[in-house]
């Protein structure tokens, strides 16, 4: 089964406007990677979480270990925010495991 | 600082053939990892090496693929008779233990066999 499980698949918004992406852990995790990998598809590290939250910009992320979630919240989403985002946990063997991707698109 | 360095960009090949893909990791980095991305799929380890040491191989089929890492920096994965389930975007990354081990990505070799 899907040991790190991604929603929603696919998202569609208008620029300007917020999102949250969200990842469910059934595998124990010590830390938690998200990623975009552009149209292109360049892959860029957005996070690296251990239990807790981080911003950058218009991006911010929460570990939440003990309920086994992830979340990655989009502000005021740019056109460039276009692509596809995944989470990866990080298991106990230091390998990650991937989700399977939340494609957004941006529309301006 | 360069990022990882990833060549050839794109790759097409009859099945049957040979395929040779080269990363140059960011200096300084001990760990390297060869992924498979199929279209519209997360990316799927197949090895891993820490300096020029194979830690995980098990999801590399080693019948046709083999990755070495001889010096501990560059690193080579080979496909010796390719076939059309083959046909994927091959990532590089590597990290560096005492950065968290964040992972950076190349640039990526899309591969197609017909």
């Known amino acids: 089964g899907d040991q790190v499980k991604q929603s929603p698949s696919a998202l569609s918004l208008q620029e300007g406007t917020n999102s949250a992406l969200r990842c469910n852990f059934s595998i124990a995790t010590t830390t938690v990677q998200w990623f975009l990998q552009n149209p292109r598809g360049s892959l860029m590290n957005l996070f690296y979480l251990v239990p807790g939250t981080k911003e950058n910009g218009r991006l911010k992320s929460t570990f939440n270990s003990k309920e086994s979630y992830s979340t990655l919240h989009i502000r005021d989403a740019q056109l460039e925010d276009s692509g596809t985002y995944f989470c990866?946990?990080?298991?106990?063997?230091?390998?990650?495991?991937w989700g399977s991707g939340t494609k957004l698109i941006i529309k301006p | 600082e360069a990022g990882v360095t990833q060549s050839p960009r794109y790759a097409v090949l009859q099945e049957g053939q040979a395929v040779s893909f080269w990363c140059d990791p960011i200096?300084?980095?001990?760990?390297l990892y060869w992924y498979q991305q199929p279209r519209d799929q997360g990316p799927q380890l197949l090895v891993y090496f820490r300096d020029e040491a194979v830690i995980d191989n098990s999801q590399l089929p080693s019948d046709r693929f083999s990755a070495v890492r001889p010096k501990g920096t560059n690193s080579t994965l080979k496909i010796q008779s390719a076939k059309q389930g083959d046909t994927a975007t091959y990532l590089c990354a590597s990290s560096f233990d005492w950065d968290q081990n964040t992972l950076y990505f190349g640039a990526g070799t899309r591969l197609s066999v017909l």
């Open positions: 990866a946990a990080e298991e106990s063997n230091y390998q990650l495991i």
């Open positions: 200096s300084g980095h001990d760990t």
